[in-house]
């Protein structure tokens, strides 16, 4: 019987089916950051339990750190949090990458860029999005506080049944000014904010093995926002090359790279029969997408009007972010310009970014801001004279974190104010009480900052 990508990594990482139809999977990976750790660390020392394996758990501080250099209040819920992981990393004996510190990101950015996330790894983290960690072919998935507890106790994590599996083929190539945001934003368009629940997605065809690391990791990491487990990609060249490459420390080298890479190359779907469930979608048309509404599935074409509603939850969702139908999205003005998040911080972001504001300025009245993914990610761009390129036009440039994300750390939008974001959730109250946020990605995020209202980077020129 053919199986897929997914059955490969999880038989391999089986360690017992448990009585009622769970699992018991080994993990090689467990990221952790402030939020969700400081009662899994508690119960471990309530229970005199030391980390299982603290060589295989790697801390970063990352949703509450402030990215605009203001001094961290440490009376703050952000400010005991962070406090909290760094006193029990030292207690337990975990790495930690800590505020300042060189190897310290977003929990989704350094992981690849460290070379921790590898193919055929099972990966979790107590984050929703811990599925971006797919694009290497891991099986990568975000945990409560409480497993998070027992896989620093055990190493291992009760799963749920197995989740069944989705192949999602994707034909053509992306145009020009278009990228692999677009393509995850129509993809939950098509399928739904919940249309891919209780599934691992497997994303597959000619217009994946064409995306660089950095639009797998896009897309994997908006997976969580159609409601599947995970999201993954079958490793290839592409990943191979891009773990070899740069500086990775924790990546395997020299022997265990080559005995990887073979292993690697074996984590392909045999046949897509094997899927329980199979979509198609065809890119060669595709425009760039701006969500409209309160979940990602709520998008429209760039150069489409606001559409009407088709139930409650859209027209509340047309309130709430304060539009009307017909509307031409085009000439929407916006507040505040977000280039940031685990979704879309890598240099390759801030680069396609860079390459549309180079130029030009931001429109009068427009806050427009740049918090890299990664303070390596940071250093690389100002290396590279990105920085520059983004003050000149009038953009603030940030230390890594989550920032305007969420609003965890001081950088929040007024209630009412809209973004342009290129963050992955436009719940409401997400960047601030009243925030409205529409996602998009990088290269239109920057065409929006210097139009003022939302614009296709192809305008610009
Ligand atoms: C704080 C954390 C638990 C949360 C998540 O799980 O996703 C956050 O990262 C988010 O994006 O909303
Ligand atoms: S950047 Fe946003 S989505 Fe990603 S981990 Fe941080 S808060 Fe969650």
């Not at 209040?73 to 006193?87: N, P, V």
């Not at 300042?100 to 921790?116: S, Y």
């Not at 150069?303 to 139930?311: G, S, T, Y």
């Not at 993914?373 to 000149?392: D, H, P, Q, T, Y």
């Amino acid at each position: 019987m053919p199986s897929t990508l997914f059955d490969k990594v999880w038989d391999a990482h089986l360690v017992a089916e448990l009585p009622g139809g769970g699992a018991l999977l080994y993990i090689d990976r467990h990221l952790v950051h402030e939020v969700t750790s400081p009662q899994a660390f508690d119960g471990l020392r309530e229970a005199g339990r030391p980390v299982r394996r603290p060589d295989l758990t790697f801390a970063t501080v990352d949703h509450n750190v402030p990215t605009d250099g203001r001094p961290i209040d440490e009376s703050s819920l952000s400010g005991k949090q962070l406090a909290a992981l760094a006193r029990n990393c030292l207690e337990f004996g975990v790495p930690l990458f800590g505020y300042g510190e060189e190897k310290q990101g977003i929990v989704h950015v350094i992981g690849p860029q460290l070379g921790i996330t590898l193919p055929g790894l099972t990966i979790v983290c107590g984050d929703s999005h811990t599925s971006t960690h797919g694009a290497f072919g891991a099986l990568a998935f975000g945990i409560g506080t409480t497993e998070v507890e027992h896989v620093l106790a055990t190493q291992t994590l009760r799963a749920s049944s197995k989740p069944k599996s989705l192949g999602i083929r994707i034909d053509g190539t992306l145009g020009e000014g278009v990228s692999a945001k677009d393509l995850i934003l129509a993809i939950i368009r098509k399928l739904g904010a919940g249309g891919a629940t209780g599934y691992v997605v497997e994303y597959f065809g000619p217009a994946i093995e064409k995306l660089p690391m950095s639009g797998r990791l896009t897309i994997c990491n908006m997976s969580i926002e159609m409601g599947a487990r995970a999201g993954m990609i079958a490793p290839d060249e592409t990943t191979l090359a891009y773990i070899a490459e740069g500086d990775r420390p924790f990546a395997p080298k020299g022997e265990e790279f080559v005995r990887m890479a073979a292993h690697a190359r074996t984590l392909r779907t045999d046949d897509p029969t094997a899927f329980d469930r199979l979509e198609t979608i065809d890119v060669d048309a595709l425009k760039p997408q701006v969500t409209w509404g309160t979940t990602p599935a709520m998008t429209v074409d760039i150069d489409q009007p606001i559409p009407e509603p088709r139930d409650a939850g859209e027209e509340r969702a047309l309130k709430y972010m304060g539009l009307k139908p017909g509307v031409s999205m085009r000439d929407l003005p916006v507040n505040t310009v977000f280039i940031g998040s685990c979704t879309n911080s890598r240099i390759e972001d801030l680069r396609e970014a860079a390459r549309v504001v180079r130029g030009h300025h931001v429109a009068a009245g427009v806050r427009a801001m740049v918090v890299p993914g990664s303070e390596e990610v940071k250093r690389l761009a100002e290396r590279e004279g990105l920085r520059e390129v983004f003050i000149e036009a009038g953009f603030e440039w940030h230390r890594a974190g989550c920032s305007m994300c969420l609003g965890m750390n001081g950088d929040i939008l007024r209630p009412n104010e809209r973004s342009a974001s290129t963050s992955n959730r436009p719940y409401e109250g997400r960047q601030g009480p009243g925030s409205r946020t529409h996602l998009v990605s990088p290269v239109t995020a920057a065409a929006t900052a210097i139009a003022g209202h939302f614009a296709d980077s192809r305008d610009l020129k």
